[in-house]
Nanobody, 126 residues
Framework: QGQLVESGGRLVQAGGSLRLSCVAS??????????MAWFRQAPGKEREFVTA????????YYADSVKGRFTISRDSAKYTVYLQMNNLKPEDTAAYYC?????????????????WGQGTQVTVSS
């Protein structure tokens, strides 16, 4: 089935930058065969879509709230997906989760993804 492990979350000041990593292991196929996504969940709120990269053509999709500030990328040789976050805002504070969907289109719908990581905490201070 495989495993996803996120890292890189920490406390950062507003306006700062962070890069999150998601390392995949035990997958049946190359990571390039999976749509990979980042979701986040703030305290007391539902988990929400942040960004995704599709499986076949690496098309990227972003939530309006992060467009122009966040960038998703994939290094297939390292089985790693990255989330570069710039100009961070206090409202970006959340636990960030990586997810995988075999041969997926890069959907914003959580139900498409059947493999999830445990999450990494990002806290942005004002």
């Amino acid at each position: 089935q495989g495993q996803l492990v996120e890292s890189g979350g920490r406390l950062v000041q507003a306006g700062g930058s962070l890069r999150l990593s998601c390392v995949a292991s035990g997958l049946a196929f190359s990571i390039s065969n999976y749509a990979m996504a980042w979701f986040r969940q703030a305290p007391g709120k539902e988990r929400e879509f942040v960004t995704a990269i599709s499986s076949r053509d690496s098309r990227t999709y972003y939530a309006d709230s992060v467009k122009g500030r966040f960038t998703i990328s994939r290094d297939s040789a390292k089985y790693t997906v990255y989330l570069q976050m710039n100009n961070l805002k206090p409202e970006d504070t959340a636990a960030y989760y990586c997810a995988a969907d075999l041969r997926g289109p890069g959907s914003s719908t959580q139900g498409y993804y059947d493999l999830w990581g445990q999450g990494t905490q990002v806290t942005v201070s004002s």
